[in-house]
């Protein structure tokens, strides 16, 4: 059973740069894409940004000058790095696989499942 | 980017209700469309997937439908443990794209 766990700092200021690990058990991170998703608090969700196994990203272009997804495939870890933050980056950040498959029609189906239990981030002096 | 409208927003209903949460998109989607289950403090939680494919150890009572721009997500007969915010989310295009919630409350 695949398991994923964010880790970081739950208290980062103003101006620094956020940074969390995402650590995947039960299954090799090699096979799929991994994705961030954050949600502010009683807010709606956002997805950040993905990575596969071999380095290759993708960023909501809302966050993109600011954000950076790795992977360490030799730890079976990802990671993002959020830079210049303020107070409306106070959210809980989730880690996701990004599974697909492809439909009738050859094109791919995505979804995110299973995710990480979250983290709350907040950006406060 | 897609925006994904949900209606209602939120909705009371009683247990053994049938409900039903719409899906709206900006610009079709074709049925690239999921829905995920979010308790308090919880992560989300895949329900479906592709619009009508239920994720495997989801109640039978869960079910999705539609195509192009208009999706609902129905629930036959509404448990105890199904009060929760509903997100539909797409998965058409980059970036990805989720609804802003319909929370299901106790009548």
């Known amino acids: 059973q695949v398991q994923l766990q964010e880790s970081g700092p739950g208290l980062v200021k103003p101006s620094e740069t956020l940074s969390l690990t995402c650590t995947v058990s039960?299954?090799?991170?090699?096979?799929?894409?991994w994705s961030w998703i954050r949600q502010p608090p009683g807010k709606g969700l956002e997805w950040i940004g993905n990575?596969?196994?071999?380095?290759?990203?993708n960023y909501n272009p809302s966050l993109e000058s600011r954000v950076t997804i790795s992977i360490d495939t030799s730890k079976n870890q990802f990671s993002l790095k959020l830079s210049s933050v303020t107070a409306a980056d106070t959210a809980v950040y989730y880690c996701?696989?990004?599974?697909?498959?492809?439909?009738?029609?050859?094109?791919?189906?995505?979804?995110?499942?299973?995710w990480g239990q979250g983290t709350l981030v907040t950006v406060s002096s | 980017d897609i925006q994904m409208t949900q209606s209602p927003s939120s909705l009371s209903a009683s247990v053994g209700d049938r409900v039903t949460i719409t899906c709206r998109a900006s610009?079709?989607?074709?049925?690239?469309l999921n829905w995920y289950q979010q308790k308090p403090g919880k992560a989300p939680n895949l329900l479906i997937y592709?619009?009508?494919s239920l994720q495997s150890g989801v109640p039978s009572r869960f079910s999705g439908s539609g195509s192009g721009t208009d999706f609902t997500l129905t629930i036959s007969s509404l448990q105890p443990e199904d009060f929760a915010t509903y997100y539909c989310?797409?998965?058409?295009?980059?970036?990805?794209?989720f609804g802003q919630g319909t929370k299901v409350e106790i009548k």
């Open positions: 990575v596969y196994s071999s380095g290759s990203t």
């Open positions: 592709a619009t009508s």
């Open positions: 610009q079709s989607i074709s049925t690239y």
């Open positions: 996701a696989r990004d599974n697909r498959r492809r439909d009738s029609s050859g094109w791919y189906v995505h979804w995110f499942d299973p």
């Open positions: 039960g299954d090799s991170i090699d096979t799929y894409r």
């Open positions: 989310q797409q998965s058409s295009t980059l970036p990805r794209t």
